[in-house]
């Protein structure tokens, strides 16, 4: 295990768009991170819906709402899955959790600064969409991923999120990752696509991250309730998730970045 | 809710002449109290209560960050009304106009004569885009009902201009507020009146929607 003397390495995933295989991606990564014994901290950022429980299994004892609601102790929010991994559970079905205010807002950023020291890793779940608490998630992270599918909708939305988070947010380093991919040809005609829109309307030089293939096993463990990197460790997902967590790792091994 | 209660005789005298006087002032008292706050013609609140309740929600929006916002208007060409139809047909305009505008704002806005043929409305917890639809609807609903006076329908129109305090703090006081939504209201005559003006600036612009040309790009795949 590496010293953690250093501030982690903050990675948003975001997406605009739902049902691109967002959180099932978050929550393997946090694994293959994990399996490289980097230590991670996996946030529910969805705090109106939150999902990464579900797709752990997980009862939290706590969550991200009782301690900006009901002003209980940051660090008993922490559910430990492993030595080297911890999950932040957001709040489902709560309404009050969706649009946090302002003061809500500056309450979330000192409760999240006090829990992730210690940590390699921060990966933070958004929600679906481009609401103020999404775009929160977003700028607080040092690293926005955007998880893009061969959808179009998927890649029209993503590109509205990057161009809100550049055109409003000052934010110009975006990564891609591109899920659900068939083959390398649809892949690298996706990242091209928008890589030259983002280009030419808005001066930006996405970078590509990653590409996870189109894999049944995938749907299969999130039914299961159990990451595919675990359940199935050698399906082709599983091999791109552990060379996704490679870069990511790069991204916290960079003291640069 | 006034307080009209007013307090016992302390001797515990039934026939106190002194509590009755009390009693008779105390009523007196509280009617010139809502009287001063109220502008006889119209029913509006007046220039004194305008002040009162700006300066408290200018108050609301420093702790809170919630805008207020406020809705200037004029009655058009309201000089060349009363040398045609008269001083009272005049009267019955402003009260007209007072009446129509009571059915179009919520229980929480204050609308308040600021003088002449000039009202203030405040917008309690109210954003630009939501002021400019309020002063749109003030705007529209006046021209669909003109005075009637003896058989005739006197057509009015108004002319008026929106400014809002946000938590950028835009205004140092009540008075330089009032004074920003005045000059979108003098550009609204200008402009040709029976219209609505304000900061355009501070709306945002609605460019962060993937434009067509955008589309055409990303529809390529």
Redesign the interface.
Same mark, same amino acid.
């Given at each position: 295990m590496k010293p953690t003397g250093q501030a982690p390495a903050t990675v948003s995933i975001t997406s605009g768009k739902g049902g691109v295989g967002k959180t099932s991606l978050a929550v393997n990564l946090a694994f293959a991170l994990a399996d490289m014994h980097r230590k991670v901290l996996l946030v529910d950022g969805d705090l109106g819906l939150a999902n990464v429980d579900v797709m752990l299994r997980l009862k939290p004892a706590k969550t991200i709402e009782d301690v900006l609601l009901q002003g209980q102790d940051p660090h008993c929010a922490l559910t430990r899955i492993s030595d080297h991994l911890a999950v932040l559970p957001g709040s489902s079905g709560v309404p009050a959790m969706v649009a946090p205010g302002s003061e809500k807002r500056s309450q979330l950023t000192d409760f999240l600064t006090c829990v992730m020291a210690g940590f390699d890793v921060v990966l933070l779940d958004t929600a679906a969409g481009i609401g103020d608490d999404v775009m929160w998630f977003n700028t607080f992270a040092r690293h926005t991923v955007i998880v893009v599918s061969p959808e179009p909708t998927s890649l029209t939305d993503a590109y509205a999120v990057i161009k809100i988070l550049a055109g409003q947010y000052g934010r110009n380093d975006f990564k891609l990752v591109l899920n659900f991919i068939e083959n390398a040809e649809q892949g690298r005609a996706l990242f091209q696509t928008l890589h030259q829109a983002a280009q030419r309307f808005l001066n930006l030089d996405p970078k590509l991250l990653g590409t996870v293939v189109r894999d049944p096993k995938v749907n299969q463990a999130v039914i299961a309730q159990t990451p595919f990197l675990h359940n199935t460790p050698g399906c082709p997902a599983a091999a791109s998730v552990r060379q996704l967590a490679r870069a990511v790792g790069a991204l916290a091994a960079d003291p640069a970045v | 809710m006034k307080n009209t209660q007013t307090a016992p005789c302390p001797l515990k005298d039934a026939d106190c002449p002194v509590q009755a006087a009390y009693t008779e002032l105390k009523a007196a008292y509280d009617l010139l109290e809502a009287a001063s706050r109220i502008d006889a013609l119209t029913g509006f609140f007046n220039y004194r209560h305008l002040l009162d309740a700006l300066n408290r929600e200018m108050e609301r929006t420093r702790r809170t960050?919630i805008a207020t916002a406020i809705v200037m208007a004029d009655i058009d060409h309201f000089k060349k009304f009363n040398d045609t139809h008269g001083h009272d047909a005049g009267n019955l305009a402003l009260q007209w106009v007072a009446r129509t505008w009571r059915e179009q704002i919520r229980s929480i806005d204050i609308p308040c004569r600021f003088g002449g043929e000039e009202f203030v409305i405040i917008l309690p917890g109210t954003d630009l885009p939501g002021a400019i639809q309020v002063a749109e609807r003030l705007r529209v609903e006046l021209t669909k009902a003109p005075l009637k006076l003896d058989d005739a329908s006197l057509p009015l129109s108004t002319s008026l201009g929106v400014a809002t305090y946000t938590q950028k703090l835009e205004w140092p006081c009540v008075e330089a507020f009032i004074k920003a939504a005045d000059q979108y209201l003098y550009q609204a005559k200008e402009n040709g009146r029976n219209q609505t003006c304000y900061d355009q600036s501070k709306l945002t612009p609605p460019? *962060?929607? %993937? *434009?067509s040309?955008?589309?055409d %790009?990303?529809?390529?795949?």
């Amino acid at each position: 295990m590496k010293p953690t003397g250093q501030a982690p390495a903050t990675v948003s995933i975001t997406s605009g768009k739902g049902g691109v295989g967002k959180t099932s991606l978050a929550v393997n990564l946090a694994f293959a991170l994990a399996d490289m014994h980097r230590k991670v901290l996996l946030v529910d950022g969805d705090l109106g819906l939150a999902n990464v429980d579900v797709m752990l299994r997980l009862k939290p004892a706590k969550t991200i709402e009782d301690v900006l609601l009901q002003g209980q102790d940051p660090h008993c929010a922490l559910t430990r899955i492993s030595d080297h991994l911890a999950v932040l559970p957001g709040s489902s079905g709560v309404p009050a959790m969706v649009a946090p205010g302002s003061e809500k807002r500056s309450q979330l950023t000192d409760f999240l600064t006090c829990v992730m020291a210690g940590f390699d890793v921060v990966l933070l779940d958004t929600a679906a969409g481009i609401g103020d608490d999404v775009m929160w998630f977003n700028t607080f992270a040092r690293h926005t991923v955007i998880v893009v599918s061969p959808e179009p909708t998927s890649l029209t939305d993503a590109y509205a999120v990057i161009k809100i988070l550049a055109g409003q947010y000052g934010r110009n380093d975006f990564k891609l990752v591109l899920n659900f991919i068939e083959n390398a040809e649809q892949g690298r005609a996706l990242f091209q696509t928008l890589h030259q829109a983002a280009q030419r309307f808005l001066n930006l030089d996405p970078k590509l991250l990653g590409t996870v293939v189109r894999d049944p096993k995938v749907n299969q463990a999130v039914i299961a309730q159990t990451p595919f990197l675990h359940n199935t460790p050698g399906c082709p997902a599983a091999a791109s998730v552990r060379q996704l967590a490679r870069a990511v790792g790069a991204l916290a091994a960079d003291p640069a970045v | 809710m006034k307080n009209t209660q007013t307090a016992p005789c302390p001797l515990k005298d039934a026939d106190c002449p002194v509590q009755a006087a009390y009693t008779e002032l105390k009523a007196a008292y509280d009617l010139l109290e809502a009287a001063s706050r109220i502008d006889a013609l119209t029913g509006f609140f007046n220039y004194r209560h305008l002040l009162d309740a700006l300066n408290r929600e200018m108050e609301r929006t420093r702790r809170t960050g919630i805008a207020t916002a406020i809705v200037m208007a004029d009655i058009d060409h309201f000089k060349k009304f009363n040398d045609t139809h008269g001083h009272d047909a005049g009267n019955l305009a402003l009260q007209w106009v007072a009446r129509t505008w009571r059915e179009q704002i919520r229980s929480i806005d204050i609308p308040c004569r600021f003088g002449g043929e000039e009202f203030v409305i405040i917008l309690p917890g109210t954003d630009l885009p939501g002021a400019i639809q309020v002063a749109e609807r003030l705007r529209v609903e006046l021209t669909k009902a003109p005075l009637k006076l003896d058989d005739a329908s006197l057509p009015l129109s108004t002319s008026l201009g929106v400014a809002t305090y946000t938590q950028k703090l835009e205004w140092p006081c009540v008075e330089a507020f009032i004074k920003a939504a005045d000059q979108y209201l003098y550009q609204a005559k200008e402009n040709g009146r029976n219209q609505t003006c304000y900061d355009q600036s501070k709306l945002t612009p609605p460019a *962060t929607g %993937v *434009t067509s040309e955008e589309r055409d %790009v990303l529809f390529s795949l």
